[in-house]
């Protein structure tokens, strides 16, 4: 009987503010050739539901596959959907774009080949109804085979991400905002593939709480081979080991320094197990990551050098 009562006033809820006309939630997008991972994540969508009226803004950076066909096969089972086209490529740039756009007060951004669980929205909604900041629960199960998940398991399972040792943070698909805080800091600032972690810290440092949310739920999208796995670690690898020079002087560690020896032993202790698909992804990744920050390194004092 509660939970039908529940269900009632969302209802109403919902259609009243559909009535005045109101988006008061939307769920930003950037994507840049994500036809093949999209769909998944827009039939999600379309089957969510939210005691406030919400919006999805698709930020295309630019796409050359079919992935504007993919969107308006959608249009129709979605609660309002616009697109917009991001002409200055990148992620942060592109969520910028699809915020300045939307029309709701809380912002969602989710990534275009992840799939949030049913009711996402609705948590994610009320979570921003007490927190300024909010990042949701990972699951890198449903996605992925089983030796990939337990190769990489996800650190933002029981909390926020910590692996830095300096501030929390969220995975740019999973973070919720305020409107007024996301415009106050900023926005997203133009740090590749870490912008996420840049605007959590940024919020935190003018003092906002990131709330966690276990109840919402996006299912994560793991690279499926060794090459997608050392590309997109080195390119991680570079954008942290930056992000923790700019943080530095406000307490962020050097965490996995290319410089020492310790970072590197790992990688020559596991050389053998290459043999192995598990081994050859788990080193794919670690030599990827430390390889990014060594050239990023190398990069600032050349630098620094000229300068």
Known sequence: MFQIVVDLLVSLMATASEADGAVHLSVVIPVYNGAR????????LAG????????????????????????????????????????ERGTAPARNAGARAARGRLLLFMD???VPAPDY?????????????VCARMDGQELNPEWASRLRPLPQCTGPSDTFGF??????????IRRELFEEIGGCD??????????????????????FVPEAVMYYRHR????????????????EHLLQRRYASLGAPDVLSPLRWDSWRPVLRHAARVRHRAGRAWLATR?????????????LRRARTLS
């Open 287 to 299: 030599l990827g990551n430390l390889v990014g920050r060594l050239q990023t390194e190398i990069g």
């Open 224 to 239: 499926s081979t060794p090459r997608q796995m050392f590309t997109q670690a080195r390119a991680w690898g570079a954008a």
């Open 167 to 176: 501030l929390p943070w969220g995975s740019g698909g999973t973070i919720g």
């Open 190 to 211: 133009d740090i590749p593939y870490t912008d996420d972690i840049d605007l959590c810290w940024r919020a935190q440092l003018r003092g906002a709480e990131l709330g």
């Open 112 to 114: 275009h080949d992840d």
């Open 48 to 87: 969510q539901r939210s005691p406030v009226s919400w919006e999805v803004v698709i930020a295309d950076n630019g796409s050359t596959d079919d992935t504007l066909e993919v969107v308006e096969a959608h249009r129709a089972r979605l609660p309002a959907l616009t697109v917009v086209h991001a002409t």
């Open 37 to 44: 991972t999209l769909g998944p994540l827009l039939t999600s």
């Open 121 to 133: 929205v609705h948590h994610m909604a009320e979570a921003l109804g007490s927190h300024e900041l």
